[in-house]
């Protein structure tokens, strides 16, 4: 049987007029990376404060056993998040922020954070006001890493990294933190960043989750061929949910075609999730 | 009893220069004044009403001793807490910054995300941000307050063995350790009458969407000027005036007046107001619908909290 981290049954969140979340169901399994993927103003936020008891909303929502809402506290127990702007206070000191997370959080492990920034720059004795902002990233993922929480949530973690963190943080997450015993949520615009260690990935538009799915599963749904000469009426027959040319030549994206059907048409590839993402959100793809 | 530990420390530590720096400046200014008053003054010059002509406080110490020895030791007494009371007049605007900024701060720098990132209930956040500035930073102020008087005690014995005047009369420790707990006993009262302005400033801190000093002005002062406009009465204006200390008019009433001498002094302001202050609190229906409002003001701001993000 499948082990559910987080369960939404009807899940919605409206601001005056304004429904941020239009009553949606979803289910994160344990051991997974999900990759949430939706354009500002979605509701991606949204849809993650509700799972780590940041604020209110309507329909059922189970976390790991616990209504968020209520009970956000024992929750966080389990979970781990960092939000999307840097939040760390800028008044402490780095290894204050220690002292004090290894005194709330009953799975904080020290040495494994000491152990993460000893690979950084970040100085233990600093402010945190006196770091830049890459320091200031690390030291928070340092300190996320070293919770061994069920589920970690994060929303727009490398934002303002130069390229080589953002490559170490996703490989010393996959190879140091994930297990089947763990669930990461993750947003981010870097698409390209993540593909290569999500399992699972969620379409947001508007409020509404467009599309959920596997990873593989995702990447076989979508094909895109570039249409031989000739055989244009033929492609447009079979639907392509976009089209473009290239170098005069037609380029069609194809859903839920059998790959072998394609390959008669021309040279066929696989699409890259920001592709499919793109092609989704255009309407589509639906 | 870890978790509360650690939020303390963090409230102290997030505060040092209100809850630490503040006094321990302050008193260290006033042990610069004294001693370089002293230095500098060295002999002074008093007709004393007895007509003995006193050139310095070894002198007038000698003086007073041999003329109302049980007079001694409160006038010391009183002395100390004279000179150590400019550490005070920080106090209060200690208390109202610390309250009025606590959970303004932590949503202004966005802090607040990463403190709920951990397993610590908002209750538990909000009692701690009140508890800190209302008992454990008076606690640091009289901790200061009393290693300063120690010094002072030294420094004058030394003075005034010097100056060839009864030095051990400068360590009254007996009375200097009962005015430290007597006055942490008048504070204890002055708080509960003063909980429900103080926790109307946790409050604001928690919803102020910005200048949260306008706010925590603004609309009980409005509301004095409602009343006084419409209704030609001022009974909240009074009611503020009271639970900021004017309830303590009703102790004066009650005990002595005729003052001769330190040590009356020393009893009506320090031991024997205490009792009378206690009973005044405990029997106040006041004091009792104000704490009640605190509590109010405190559950809403815990209720803030647990919304706000």
Redesign the interface.
Known sequence: MTEYVVEARGLSKSFGDFHALKSVDFSLPLGRIVGVIGANGAGKTTMLNAILGLSSYEGSLNVLGHDPSKERDALMKDVCFIADVATLPKWMRVVEVLDYVEAVHPRFDRAKALDFLSRTNVPLDKKIRALSKGMTVQLHLAVVMSIDAKLLVLDEPTLGLDIIFRKQFYQSLLEEYFDEDRTVVITTHQVEEIEHILTDVMFIKDGEIVLEAEMDELTQLFIEVMVDQGKEEEALALKPISRSSTFGKSTCVYKNIDRETLAKLGETRRLGLADIFVATMTGEGQ | M??F???V??EI??GKSFYIRTPAILASLTVILLVLSTLIMGEIHLDTSNGGDVKNIGEGMALLQEKEPEEVSSAVTLMYWGITMLTWFAFPFVIFFSLLGTLYE?RR??????W???????W?EVLVKLFVPLVVAPLIFLGVTIATQLVISVFMGIVVLFQGGPALEMFPLGLMFTSWFILLGHYLMGMLWALPLLAWLLLVSAFAGRMPFLWAILPPFVLVAIEGIFFKSYSIAKWIAIHMGGWREAIEDRIAHNIDGPRDLFNMIISAGLTESVAITFSSVNMWAGLLIAVGFVYAAIEMR??A?
């Open positions: 870890n978790i530990k650690a939020l420390k963090r530590l997030d932590e720098d966005r802090s607040i995300m990463f709920k990132s951990m397993p610590v209930a908002d538990q647990k919304r993000i």
